[in-house]
């Protein structure tokens, strides 16, 4: 019993020393990092590299923008019944698939807020009353997160047959991945799952012209 408590003592003082280590480091890289940079104010501003896929050269951290960050604010949001309500009216035909761009069905403003040590969406819809959902447990590492949000890029350009989400109409970056999902079949029922597998009631499973516009239309626009 005792060599078992003494094992555990010395443990923690392990672990106890590894936190203080961390933290030595993470301070040191701060300083450094701050001196690198009071150093790299003062030389001569170079020229921006330009790759060949880009519209210019690519821009400098001072030259990007960002969205409205931090709590209090106001933003864009659904309401998660009205969301499932044009949905099932978009597949029975009741409504056209174009009415998700231009009628903008759904959309409501919501208001992100810190209550009682938590971030918190407060939206209210007209018809289906007031919604409130937990954005984070911990308000002061969302701050830190947002805070390193590194600015806005290029402004997609040629990509009108694929952005076309109406109000949540990608504006700005550049893709990397295309993910295409070619079934919604699966035997899990995962929350987070884009696709909503198994949770939707029908079977999605785009053609083989569907699959090969979605390629077509991927590689007509710059990244």
């Known amino acids: 019993m005792f060599s078992d408590q003494f094992r555990r003592g010395e443990s923690e003082k392990s672990k106890l020393a590894g936190v203080k280590s961390s933290k030595l480091l993470s301070n040191l890289s701060g300083v450094a990092w701050k001196a690198f940079q009071s150093v790299n104010k003062r030389l001569p501003e170079g020229e921006a590299i330009r790759p ?21 604010r106001e933003t864009d949001s659904l309401c998660p019944r009205c969301v499932k309500e ?18 903008h ?18 939206k209210t819809c007209p018809k289906h009353g007031e919604f ?16 390193l949000f590194f ?7 040629e990509d009108s047959h694929v952005h076309r989400h109406g109000t949540s109409n ?16 699966c035997n ?20 083989y012209e569907d699959t090969k516009a979605i390629l077509d239309r991927a590689v007509s626009f710059k990244p």
């Open 132 to 147: 409130v959902d937990v954005m984070a447990t911990d308000p002061a590492f969302l701050e830190r997160i947002e805070s």
């Open 86 to 103: 044009v949905r099932d009216a978009v597949i029975s035909g009741e409504t056209t698939l174009e009415s998700l761009m231009n009628e």
């Open 188 to 207: 899990m029922m995962c929350n987070p799952c884009f696709m909503d597998a198994n949770q939707v009631g029908y079977v999605h499973e785009p053609t």
């Open 170 to 185: 990608i504006k700005f970056g550049r893709g990397a991945v295309l993910t295409v999902d070619l079934t919604n079949r």
């Open 52 to 72: 060949n896929w880009a519209p210019g050269p690519l821009l400098k951290s001072y030259e990007r923008t960002s969205p409205p960050l931090g709590f209090p």
């Open 151 to 157: 600015g806005r890029d290029f402004r997609a350009a």
């Open 105 to 122: 069905p759904g959309e409501i403003k919501a208001q992100i807020v810190e209550e009682n040590g938590q971030v918190v969406m407060r």
